[in-house]
C-alpha cells in the first residue's frame, strides 16, 4: 500500500479536477449565438440547437443572427415558436438583421426581445405568397398534351397544365389570407404595435432597417457588436462571457439533402419570403 500511495494520490488529483472542472462549466456566464442563413426550407437543425440552449442552465441567452430572405410558413414559424419556449426558461434573445432579414426571416425575429438592424438591411416584406409557373400554353404550340385522371374537380390545383379556375382562385387565396392573417397577428403581438398599424405597412414591402426603426419594427439601428452588449445587458451579465455556437456541417452536406435534390421545381410554394432579381 505505502508503494502505491502516489497511485491514489493521482486518483484523488484526477476526481478533484472533474468536480472542479463540472462547477465551473455549471457556473460560468454564457451566451448562445444562432445562425439563420438562406431561404428557410426546414426547420429542424435550427429548432434542435435552440431547444438545446433552452435546457442548458449556463447558457443565459440567445443571440439570433439573421440573414435570410424568408421562406416556407410552417418552418419560419417552428422556429418562431422554439425561440418562444427558450424564452419561457427566463432567457432572453436579442435578433440582429444582417444583409437581409426579410418575410419569414423577420417573422422569426418578432420572438426575439429586442431587435437590432444594421441601418441598411432589408426588412419587413410582411406577406404572404404562392406561386406556380404554368406552361399549358408551351405544351399547346409544341402539340403535348397532358392527361389527368382524378378523383375530385379540384384535386389537380395550381396544375402548370392548366389555368387556374376562379373556384381553384377563391381556394388558394383563402390560404393566402389565413397566412397572412397570421403574420400580420405575429408582428402586432411580437412589436406590440395595433393590428391596424401592421396593416397599413403589410402590403409585402421591401424597408431599410432605417426604415423599420421608424416605423416600430425594429428596436434600433447598429450592429452585432451593439447587439451582443444589449443582450449582455438583458441577461444581467457582467465580466467575461462564453459565446456559445454550434460547430455547423459542411456547407454541401447541410444543404445536399434527399428533401431538396427530389422536390420538384413545379411545386406550388407557399411560404414568407422575398426574392431580389
Request: aromatic share 8%; with cysteine; net charge positive.
Amino acid at each position: 500500500m505505502r508503494e502505491k500511495w502516489w497511485l491514489w494520490l493521482l486518483i484523488g488529483v484526477g476526481i478533484i479536477y472533474v468536480i472542479v472542472g463540472f462547477a465551473i462549466t455549471n457556473l460560468e456566464q454564457s451566451l448562445a449565438v444562432v445562425r439563420i442563413n438562406g431561404t428557410i426550407s426546414s426547420s429542424k437543425e435550427i429548432v434542435d440547437e435552440i431547444d438545446g440552449y433552452a435546457k442548458k442552465e449556463s447558457v443565459r441567452g440567445l443571440l439570433l443572427l439573421i440573414n435570410s430572405p424568408g421562406g416556407g410558413i410552417v418552418p419560419s414559424d417552428e422556429i418562431y415558436r422554439s425561440i418562444l419556449r427558450f424564452k419561457q426558461k427566463g432567457k432572453p434573445v436579442v435578433a440582429y438583421f444582417g444583409t437581409v432579414a426579410a418575410s419569414g426571416g423577420y417573422y422569426i425575429a418578432c420572438a426575439s426581445d429586442y431587435i437590432v438592424s444594421h441601418p441598411l438591411s432589408l426588412t419587413g416584406s410582411i406577406g404572404t405568397i404562392i406561386e406556380y409557373p404554368v406552361v399549358k400554353g408551351l405544351l399547346d404550340k409544341v402539340g403535348v398534351e397532358f392527361v389527368v385522371i382524378k378523383s375530385g374537380r379540384v384535386k389537380d390545383i395550381a396544375s402548370p397544365f392548366k389555368k387556374l379556375s376562379e373556384e381553384e382562385h377563391r381556394i388558394l387565396q383563402n390560404i393566402i389570407e389565413q397566412g397572412y392573417n397570421n403574420f400580420v397577428d405575429v408582428v402586432a403581438k411580437g412589436r406590440n404595435l395595433p393590428r391596424d398599424s401592421v396593416l397599413r405597412i403589410a402590403d409585402g414591402r421591401v424597408l431599410t432597417g432605417n426604415d423599420a426603426f421608424k416605423l416600430g419594427l425594429v428596436d434600433t439601428v447598429g450592429d452585432e457588436v451593439l447587439a451582443k452588449e444589449k443582450l449582455r445587458e438583458l441577461a444581467k451579465v457582467k465580466g467575461p462571457v462564453r459565446w456559445f455556437e454550434r460547430k455547423k456541417l459542411p456547407l454541401i452536406l447541410r444543404y445536399l439533402n434527399l428533401d431538396e435534390v427530389i422536390k420538384s421545381p413545379l411545386e406550388v410554394k407557399f411560404d414568407y419570403r422575398m426574392v431580389l432579381q
